[in-house]
Nanobody, 123 residues
Framework: QLQASGGGLVQAGGSLRLSCAAS????????MGWFRQAPGKEREFVAA????????YYADSVKGRFTISRDNAKNTVYLQMNSLQPEDTAVYYC??????????????????WGQGTLVTVSS
């Protein structure tokens, strides 16, 4: 129901835009998040957008470089990633849930997950 795309290979300093298209239900009234998982590491929070008031949240490591946005008409959420660094290399997952803002960064709070898209940043 969530299909992530847009990953690829990019040089350090470059940009990518990830997309997460929802199907089968509308995610207009869901909080949407992006997470990533690097090899050998746990899945970690990257960014989130709440449906109620459009608030956005970011991991400290991506703040100022990544931007989450959503197009409710297209049932799609985006992650614009600028100034990419090798440490951003990971599989990126989109997720959806109805979550209190206190738990918005927690992996276990999300109910629906996309399949992941690989982002590789070369130095």
């Amino acid at each position: 129901q969530l299909q992530a795309s847009g990953g690829g290979l990019v040089q350090a300093g470059g940009s990518l835009r990830l997309s997460c298209a929802a199907s089968g239900r509308t995610f207009r009234t869901y909080d949407m998040g992006w997470f990533r998982q690097a090899p050998g590491k746990e899945r970690e929070f990257v960014a989130a957008s709440t449906w109620s008031d459009g608030s956005t949240y970011y991991a400290d490591s991506v703040k100022g470089r990544f931007t989450i946005s959503r197009d409710n008409a297209k049932n799609t959420v985006y992650l614009q990633m600028n100034s990419l660094q090798p440490e951003d290399t990971a599989v990126y997952y989109c997720a959806a849930g109805r979550i209190s803002r206190w738990n918005i960064k927690k992996v276990g709070e999300y109910d629906y997950w996309g399949q992941g898209t690989l982002v590789t940043v070369s130095s």
